[in-house]
């Protein structure tokens, strides 16, 4: 066993309570890496684990949220590592994800925004959620990922061309849906919630 | 905030006033005023890049909100009891 003598109780406490703060980020950041909503809380559960047996070398104060995601990201790329198919499977439960829509409310466009999502490629869509929803830094996403700032940066330029010429060419991997559409129902959709709130 | 050069109209004060977003109001009242006075006012180039940018800004948006609307569930109780009972282990060591 680990000798934890010299850990403060106070300390584990301030760091649960941020942790559990955390805990619908690390959900939502791991349904992005993985799709399949029941692999995301498996995999944010874990990271969740490995933060609090980890917590002795976290400083209090620092950005625990950032430490959080690089541990998440790690732990869902070893476990992709470790197992060539898992990859394949995950590609099948993304589509199967992506595709399926959890509310039947759910507006059009998002379901569009999944599937552009999905077809770019991996590092882009990770920079472009860490900056673009995660409300990450870029330097808090370069150092989430590992790369240079600068390598952040044009991942986060290039998944937003890619991602708005997906969204306006229609070229998404779905029959039917005229050219022009998402980005029509995007903006409309856009312009709505400026309205409402 | 940046104003975006030329073609305010009346309508942008109010719109500013009632909104706390900064992002926001610009996106607006581009939907508004793109069609008339915007392209007229500054020629195609610069009703190209507002255009863009404007779209850029509604992408910004479903993306945040399809990461919100995770953010925004409930978490599962397995989350807590793992949490929980990770706790009472470290406390009995």
Redesign the interface.
Known sequence: ??D?SE?D?AL?KAF?NE??TL???L??FA??LCGDATAA?DL??DA??KA??ARNSFQMGTNMKAWTFMILRNQFYSEKRRSWRQSQLDQEAAERTLVAVDDPEAPV??DE??LGLGMLPPEQREA??LV???GFAYEEAADICGVAVGTVKSRVSRA?RA??SI??DGAYDRDGGAAGDA?RT??A???R???V? | MKEPPGGQDVLSDQNDNMKGRPSEPDAEDMIEQQPQSSTKARGPDAAALDEARLRQQAIGVRLRQMFDEVVNEPVPDEFLDILRRADKSAETE
């Open positions: 066993m680990v934890r850990r109780p584990d649960k942790l559990v805990i619908p980020h959900r939502a349904r992005t809380d944010a559960q969740m684990m609090w047996d466009a998002l925004l999944r472009l959620i673009g929803a995660g937003r991602l708005q969204l306006e980005m995007i903006l959709q856009a312009e919630l400026s309205t709130r």
